[in-house]
């Protein structure tokens, strides 16, 4: 059976850890984001957390029901770093690319984290009122509540695969980020047009291309798409 999670406002009163720190789940989850990054998903550990927290390593089910419950937490930090400042427009398509381009951002400056949370339904506040913006936006531009569910699923869905997808690259060493870079240039950019005609008139395009992210265009274009349906529904309309 899972333990009790504690309420917050006992936490509090808890007496401070040996090095006279007073935890809370902002502080757990902030030396967990500091350990991930220093030492990968293997380096998150119950035990690891007590080292660096300076308190017994069961001292965090207090205030988190397991490691999952924990991970879970991250993911939704991570979604509470992007939308901090962010505030609607009342520009459909200005709001939902500001607010995508900031949930991204926010996954791959913390890559080893985002590569255990991108896929997971964590339910916190953060993410649902990320969920809310994205739906009040595009319900307050007109779209129809099923077009408005369709467009929410690939943007969101869009939003995290990208996050993952270039996490993924971050995550690796350095030795094999630069050498997946330079292949771009070693190999592909030295194919013949006799034998790889089309790689070879794109080869100097690709090789500045493919070593930054696709996140960008691919959002513009799903915004494309969006905004094409949403004249072709004016147009009904009319």
Request: one cysteine or more; hydrophobic letters at 45%.
């Amino acid at each position: 059976m899972a333990k009790p999670v504690v309420p917050e406002e006992k936490r509090r009163r808890r007496r401070p850890t040996r090095s006279g720190t007073v935890l809370s789940e902002r502080l757990i989850v902030e030396t967990a984001l500091r350990l991930l990054s220093e030492h990968g998903s293997a380096g998150l550990s119950a035990r690891r957390l007590g080292l660096a927290l300076d308190c017994d390593p069961s001292t965090h089910y207090r205030y988190f029901r397991g490691m999952d419950d924990l991970t879970l937490a991250i993911g939704d930090a991570l979604i509470g770093q992007a939308l901090r400042g962010w505030e609607p427009t009342g520009e459909w398509r200005a709001d939902l690319h500001g607010i995508g381009l900031r949930i991204h951002a926010a996954y791959v400056a913390h890559p080893q984290a985002a590569q255990l949370t991108t896929s997971r339904v964590t339910g916190r506040p953060n993410e649902l009122a990320a969920d809310e913006a994205v739906l009040d936006v595009l319900r307050t531009a007109g779209f129809p509540l099923p077009d408005t569910v369709r467009i929410y699923h690939a943007f969101i869905d869009q939003t995290l695969a990208f996050a993952a997808l270039d996490a993924a690259s971050l995550a690796l060493p350095r030795a094999s980020q630069r050498a997946d870079d330079a292949m771009w240039r070693s190999t592909y950019a030295r194919l013949p047009a006799t034998t790889h005609p089309r790689i070879a008139e794109a080869a100097p395009l690709l090789s500045t291309r493919m070593v930054t992210s696709a996140y960008p265009t691919a959002l513009e274009m799903l915004l494309d798409s969006a905004a094409a349906r949403l004249a072709e529904l004016g147009a009904g309309r009319a």
